[in-house]
C-alpha cells in the first residue's frame, strides 16, 4: 500500500562551498527548509563532542508569534522507544529478565504468548497487530486517558500479522507490552522508571511524559498545518495512549545528554548497546534503526505524533549527532538529516528549491473534487475548501495543494505531484500521483 506524504520539496545537486564553515552551511540549509514551509522547529547538530549548531526555527506557538528555540519542548513520539528498550536491557543486566523470556511469563494467557520473546517485541518481530492502525480509536480517543489494560485490549484479540520472528512488522503494541513488563518487573510505573533510570542520571530535566499537563512556557504547541495564512493545532496524544511506544517529550538539549551517554556505561553497558545496535529483520535493532553513509555505521529513528515528528541520529564512528525536532507534520526530516551528514562530510547534496505556484479558478478546481482510489481500500479524497484544494489520504491528515499547471499540482513538504486527467468529453475521471521518482494512477470512483 502506498504512503503518501503531507508534503512537496524538488532538490538539486549542491556541492559544498569551499571554506564556508559546516555549521553556517547548515544553518542556510534549514533556513531554506523553513523558508518553503519544509521545517519549523529546533535542530542540534554536534561531532566529535562539539555542538556545531543548536538553533530554533519558526514558531512554537502561531497564535502568540512565539518562535522555536533550542529550550523549545516537543512531543518526539517513537524515540521515546530508544528510552523503553534501555530499560530492559538494564533489567537483562540486572538478571530480572531475559530477552528470551516468553511474554506469557510476564501476561498469562496471553494468546500465542508462550510463542514470542522480549526480544520478539524489541525489533518489531512478535506479529502482533499495530493498535496505531486502528484510525477510528486513534480519531476518536487518542486525546483522552485510557488504562493500560483497556490499551492492551485494544490488540490482545487480534490474530497475529505472521508467525513470531518470522517477518518484521513495525508495532507499536509490541512496545507497549514492553512498558507492561517493565512495571511488572519493577513494581512501579513505567514512567516512573525512565525518570529514575535515565532522566534524572543524565540530568534531562526538561524530559518527562504527560504533555497534556505540562506548564512550561517552552512547551509548543503541535500542528497538523501550519503556513503564513493558515493554522491547524493538533490535539496533544494523552501519555496513556502512547506510553511507553511514544509518550516522551524532550528538547534537542536533553536528547544530545542522552546521545553522549551512550559512549559511556552510565546507562547501559557497550555489550548491550552493541546488542542494539544490531540490525535484525528490516535493519532494526532494539528501538533503533540501522543503516550506513558513507561507509559508516548509523543508528537512528523517526517520530511522530499528533502534530509533531522527530528525528534523531548518530554515526558513534564520527560521534555525529543530529537532532531535528519539529512542531508541525513534516514528513522529510530524515531527508534533512541526510544532507547534513553530506555537509559533514563534504559531499554533494540536495539543496530545496520551492516550486511557482500559480493561481487557478475555482470553477476548475471544483473539478478536482471526489474520490480517488490508489489500491484497495485506500483512497485519496480531495476536496475544496475556501478556495484551497486539499488532499487526504486514508488515515491521514489533510494538506494543501499549491497548482504549478492548471491540472498540475504539488505539496510543499515531500517529493509529491497529483496530475488530474480528463476523458474524451473533458470531465476529470483520474488521476497520477507522482512521488520519490515512482506513479501512482488512480480512478476517481465517486
Known amino acids: 500500500m502506498p504512503r503518501i506524504a503531507c508534503c512537496l520539496f524538488i532538490i538539486f ?33 554536534a561531532e566529535k563532542g562539539d555542538i556545531l549548531l543548536e538553533k530554533g526555527y519558526g514558531l512554537k506557538n502561531a497564535r502568540a508569534k512565539t518562535p ?8 518526539i513520539g517513537s524515540i521515546t522507544k530508544q528510552f523503553t528498550s534501555a530499560i ?33 517485541l524489541l525489533t518489531h518481530t512478535s506479529g502482533i497487530y499495530n493498535y496505531t492502525s486502528d484510525t477510528a480509536f486513534m480519531n476518536n480517543n487518542a486525546t483522552n486517558p485510557v488504562k493500560l489494560d483497556s490499551l492492551i485490549a485494544l490488540f490482545r484479540g487480534k490474530p497475529l500479522d505472521f508467525r513470531p520472528g518470522e517477518k518484521f512488522s513495525y508495532s507499536n503494541s509490541g512496545y507497549i507490552l514492553l512498558g507492561y513488563i517493565i512495571e511488572k518487573v519493577t513494581g512501579k510505573p513505567y514512567f516512573t522508571v525512565v525518570k529514575e533510570n535515565i532522566f534524572n542520571p543524565l540530568g534531562m530535566t526538561r524530559s518527562g511524559f504527560d504533555f497534556t499537563g505540562l506548564k512550561n512556557p517552552d512547551k509548543a504547541t503541535g500542528y497538523f498545518m501550519l503556513t503564513v ?22 528538547t534537542v538539549g536533553d536528547l544530545y545528554k542522552w546521545d553522549r551517554a551512550l559512549y559511556t556505561d552510565k546507562i547501559i553497558h557497550d555489550s548491550s ?27 537512528m529513528h523517526q517520530g511522530s505524533i ?27 526530516l530524515a531527508k534533512m538529516a541526510e544532507n547534513i551528514n553530506a555537509i559533514l562530510n563534504q559531499q554533494p547534496y540536495d539543496f530545496p528549491i520551492p516550486k511557482k505556484e500559480i493561481s487557478v479558478d475555482t470553477s476548475i478546481l471544483k473539478k478536482y473534487v471526489g474520490r480517488y482510489q490508489l489500491a484497495p481500500g485506500f483512497f485519496l479524497d480531495i476536496s475544496l475548501e475556501n478556495g484551497r484544494l486539499l488532499a487526504q489520504a486514508t488515515g491521514q491528515g489533510e494538506s494543501e495543494l499549491f497548482a504549478e499547471k492548471e491540472n498540475l499540482f504539488y505539496q510543499k513538504l515531500a517529493d509529491i505531484e497529483i496530475e488530474f ?24 470512483i465517486k
Request: charged content about 20%; proline content about 5%.
Open 13 to 45: 545537486s549542491f556541492l559544498k562551498t569551499a571554506g564556508q564553515a559546516p555549521a553556517q552551511e547548515i544553518d542556510e540549509l534549514m533556513k531554506a527548509y523553513y523558508n518553503q514551509n519544509s521545517f519549523n522547529g529546533s535542530l542540534l547538530v
Open 68 to 75: 522555536n528555540d533550542p529550550n523549545t519542548v516537543f512531543q
Open 88 to 120: 530492559i536491557l538494564q533489567l537483562e543486566e540486572q538478571h530480572k529478565l531475559s530477552l528470551q523470556d516468553k511474554l506469557s511469563k510476564y501476561i498469562p494467557g496471553y494468546p500465542r504468548g508462550d510463542s514470542m520473546t522480549i526480544e520478539n
Open 229 to 250: 495564512s493558515h493554522a491547524v493545532p493538533a490535539g496533544i496524544v494523552d501519555s496513556s495512549v502512547s506510553y511507553s511506544a511514544g509518550a516522551m517529550y524532550s
Open 273 to 299: 548497546m552493541q546488542k542494539a545496535f544490531m540490525p535484525y529483520k528490516n535493519k532494526y535493532g532494539y528501538g533503533w534503526a540501522i543503516d550506513s553513509s558513507y561507509g559508516k555505521k548509523v543508528v
Open 306 to 332: 499528533f502534530g509533531f515528528v522527530s528525528f534523531m541520529a548518530r554515526i558513534p564512528s564520527d560521534q555525529v549527532c543530529i537532532i531535528l525536532l519539529d512542531n508541525k507534520q513534516s514528513p522529510g
Open 421 to 444: 486527467i480528463g476523458n474524451v468529453q473533458g470531465k476529470v475521471d483520474r488521476l497520477v500521483l507522482y512521488q520519490s521518482g515512482e506513479k501512482f494512477p488512480a480512478l476517481k
